[in-house]
């Protein structure tokens, strides 16, 4: 098991930048895949970004260029470094972790707005 709490989410213009993080219980040295997911309102929730314990990054398609994510295993941090925020970025954004099932943060709020 492993718990996930995710923070840095908030009100941001078009254009601008937000750096998300997710804070697990226990160590995520061991976990291969760790990544974000968002969910519009409405809509599905969708993969915006992963990472494996390698450090290979993997992004959909409408954030490559401008959202990169990485990880600390001695911190037990996932971040998400999200530049040019667009108003179709705005979504709950949710941590996940693949560790003997899947496990999901609470989210927290990505509002891209003038």
């Known amino acids: 098991q492993v718990q996930l709490v995710e923070s840095g989410g908030g009100l941001v213009q078009p254009g601008g930048s937000l750096r998300l993080s997710c804070a697990a219980s226990?160590?995520?040295?061991?976990?291969?895949?760790m990544g974000w997911y968002r969910q519009a309102p409405g809509k599905q929730r969708y993969l915006a970004a992963t990472i494996t314990t390698d450090g290979i990054a993997n992004y959909a398609d409408s954030v490559k260029g401008r959202f990169t994510i990485s990880r600390d295993n001695a911190k037990n941090t996932v971040y998400l470094q999200m530049n040019s925020l667009k108003p179709e970025d705005t979504a709950v954004y949710y941590c996940?972790?693949?560790?003997?099932?899947?496990?999901w943060g609470q989210g927290t709020q990505v509002t891209v707005s003038s």
């Open positions: 996940h972790a693949r560790s003997l099932g899947d496990h």
């Open positions: 226990r160590s995520i040295a061991s976990i291969y895949f």
